[in-house]
């Protein structure tokens, strides 16, 4: 009863890192509550596989479903299993990754308790919370703290009344850390029957293709990106040099992607990819609020921009006004005689 | 086989371009203060639909829409583009709704509407980017549902084949109908405006939308096809308890403006001596290397 809950999200027998970075975040909320946190995991051929991804983040319980067909993921029986589980276990927080199977998921889950789902937090505080109208006062809430409108405001979000408290988070937002403390490391293996009713097992996956990442963009510690101030596709093959050198992944601006210079899946912002890098290297990007929600966190920003008036240069540790035609260059050869 | 298909469609405000005045003091869209445009990815949908339309002969597509009077704007943009009809949901007892009680209102009007095969969605709205309603109406209906579809690949004895994009990959999935599909921005756009639909419709309403002794209500008379529908929370039966800010679980306690703190920097220019100072300085910091 009232505990924190979250959902660990897998691909074939490996859990998702969104999961454990939101197992990491889960932890702290219920040391902050004085209550357990809890995990719930659903695939096939998972039993054995999946639990030391999740227990050293210090989880207190996890529900283990091993069954036929849970996996690749479909809605309906995975919405049976944290529907039927909530019933039983009344927990207050419920806690998935902003994933396509997060937010598949979460609504129909929320939907089937009437409970409040907020999606994309990216941060999430517990505190009290003062209705206005109806004058009644609440004590540890879960403050859902997102981005609204293009990234231009940020909403605090509580849900006083229902529970769980649900939220999704996007990869990336939270950082992971094995638990230092000590957590009870329970582990339940579910009677997938008892929670899944046959007729769920409706949606048939024809064909599932994953590709592993081209890129590992969210845990570099230097990120060279580029914005519509690239010019062209071509102008983005500079980056590439610079990173290769750097040893630094490429990331991109939401601009740039729109016009074609680089593929989606390297968008850093609020949309995109969020990023904690030693160093930013921003080219050719101006700095919509949008792309700062996601790159703020660097602890080095370096703007190379033509413009001295760029809204990035505001919170840029080094500016460097000139063309990148000119700077990227030039930084590729000093670097190169310089670190020898 | 001919299908009954819905697609839901929402006007929202160009987040694009927002400005101080975005917001009410209670948190909620100011939608007043900002230039309305049809969802993006709703357009998708409605291409989805119309192509069903095309491969399924004797099939009707209709845009269900929830907001003010001027979201009759939607439907009309739905109609010039093959839409055979339209529903515009609205009351002051929807206003204020968060993803919950949204979907209970999209959801009684297709109950209402009744008989549905396929309802088709954008995966989600550019003010809110929440793709919470989609499968929130499908629970609702007791639907099953597809999310984050580029592509319906066929119909065929009552199952939709769809190709949808996933984290890492993409999937081929089977469903039966009736189905709640959300449909990807990545989809094929959807097609412009017909002439010919534009003129056939250009003078079609909603009532509310109509000044008083609207000098074209003998047309309206003469061709009832431009009187588009308009529903209440008592038309589609609907729980008053259930719709608008008294049905939303979320409330929005605190909306801020966000400002970055500015940081002492050091400007540069693109000179070798700069180039070469700034590199040596990270390398001696162990910034870089």
């Given amino acids: 009863m009232n505990n924190v809950f979250v959902y660990c999200e897998i691909e074939g027998t490996t859990v998702a890192e969104v999961s454990q970075e939101l197992l990491t975040k889960g932890r702290k909320l219920a040391n902050r509550l004085g209550v357990e946190l809890h995990a719930v995991v659903a695939g096939t051929g998972i039993k054995g596989n999946v639990e030391d991804q999740i227990l050293p983040y210090g989880v207190d319980k996890l529900f283990v479903f091993d069954g036929?067909?849970?996996?690749?993921?479909?809605?309906?029986?995975?919405t049976d299993i944290l529907v039927?589980?909530?019933?039983?276990?009344?927990?207050?927080?419920?806690?998935?990754?902003a994933t396509v199977i997060g937010r598949d998921l979460g609504p129909r889950v929320s939907s089937s308790l009437t409970s409040g789902l907020t999606a994309d937090c990216t941060e999430l505080e517990i505190g009290?919370?003062?209705d206005v109208k109806t004058q009644a006062h609440y004590d540890n809430l879960l403050y859902q703290i997102r981005p609204a409108f293009g990234g231009n405001i940020v909403a605090t979000i509580v849900n006083p009344e229902h529970r769980p408290q649900m939220a999704t988070v996007r990869s990336g937002v939270m950082q992971k850390a094995i638990y230092d403390g000590k957590a009870k490391g329970e582990v339940v293996y579910a009677d997938v029957a008892k929670y899944v009713a046959p007729e769920s097992y409706v949606v048939k996956v024809l064909d599932h293709h994953v590709e592993a990442a081209k890129h590992n963009l969210k845990g570099a510690s230097i990120v060279v990106a580029g914005g519509y101030g690239m010019g062209s596709r071509d102008g983005f093959d500079m980056l590439f040099d610079l990173a290769k050198v750097l040893h630094a992944e490429v990331g991109a601006s939401r601009a740039a992607v729109d016009a074609g210079f680089c593929d989606s899946d390297r968008q850093i912002g609020q949309t995109g990819v969020t990023v904690h890098p030693k160093v930013y290297i921003a080219c050719g990007i101006s700095g919509q609020i949008q792309h700062l929600a996601g790159m703020q966190d660097s602890k080095i920003i370096i703007s190379v921009n033509s413009d001295p008036d760029a809204p990035?240069?505001?919170?840029?540790?080094?500016?460097?006004?000139?063309?990148?035609e000119e700077v990227i260059p030039k930084l590729i050869k000093y670097y190169k005689q310089n670190s020898k | 086989m001919s299908l009954k298909i819905v697609v839901l469609a929402k006007q929202v405000p160009d987040t694009r371009n927002v400005g101080k005045d975005a917001m009410t003091p209670e948190g909620t869209v100011n939608r007043a203060a900002l230039p309305a445009i049809f969802n993006p990815d709703d357009l998708n949908a409605l291409e989805q639909a119309l192509r069903i339309k095309e491969q399924n002969p004797g099939s009707t597509v209709g845009v269900l829409t929830m907001g003010p009077p001027r979201a009759g704007e939607i439907i009309r943009q739905g109609l010039y583009r093959g839409a055979d009809t339209g529903w515009l949901l609205t009351d002051r007892l929807f206003a204020g709704a968060d993803t919950l009680a949204t979907s209970y209102a999209l959801a009684t009007a297709i109950k209402k509407i009744g008989d549905v095969d396929l309802v088709l969605?954008?995966?989600?709205?550019?003010?809110?980017?929440?793709a919470q309603v989609g499968p929130q109406v499908a629970q609702k209906l007791g639907l099953n549902q597809v999310t984050y579809a580029e592509e319906i690949l066929g119909i065929k004895d009552g199952v939709v084949t769809v190709r949808r994009r996933i984290d890492g990959g993409q999937?081929?999935?089977?469903?039966?109908?009736?189905?709640?599909?959300?449909?990807?921005?990545?989809?094929?756009p959807c097609r412009p405006q017909n002439a010919k639909l534009v003129m056939k419709y250009k003078y079609a309403s909603c009532p509310m939308e109509r000044p008083e002794g609207d000098p074209r209500e003998d047309l309206y008379k003469e061709?009832?096809?431009?009187?588009?529908?308009?529903?209440?929370?008592?038309?589609v039966d609907g729980d008053p308890g259930q719709c608008g800010l008294a049905g939303s679980p979320t409330k929005v306690k605190t909306v801020m403006n966000i400002v970055f703190q500015a940081k002492e920097s050091k400007t540069l220019t693109s000179s070798d001596a700069d180039i070469d100072g700034i590199v040596k300085e990270l390398l001696k910091e162990k910034i870089i290397g």
């Fill in chain 1, 68 to 78: 036929k067909d849970l996996f690749p993921y479909t809605s309906a029986p995975h």
């Fill in chain 2, 171 to 188: 999937e081929t999935v089977q469903v039966p109908l009736p189905a709640v599909i959300t449909v990807n921005g990545s989809a094929a």
């Fill in chain 1, 312 to 324: 990035i240069n505001k919170i840029a540790d080094y500016v460097i006004v000139g063309t990148v």
């Fill in chain 2, 121 to 130: 969605g954008g995966r989600q709205a550019i003010d809110g980017d929440t």
């Fill in chain 1, 128 to 130: 009290p919370y003062d």
């Fill in chain 1, 84 to 97: 039927n589980l909530f019933k039983e276990e009344k927990p207050q927080i419920c806690l998935m990754g």
């Fill in chain 2, 223 to 235: 061709r009832p096809y431009l009187t588009l529908n308009q529903w209440s929370v008592a038309d």
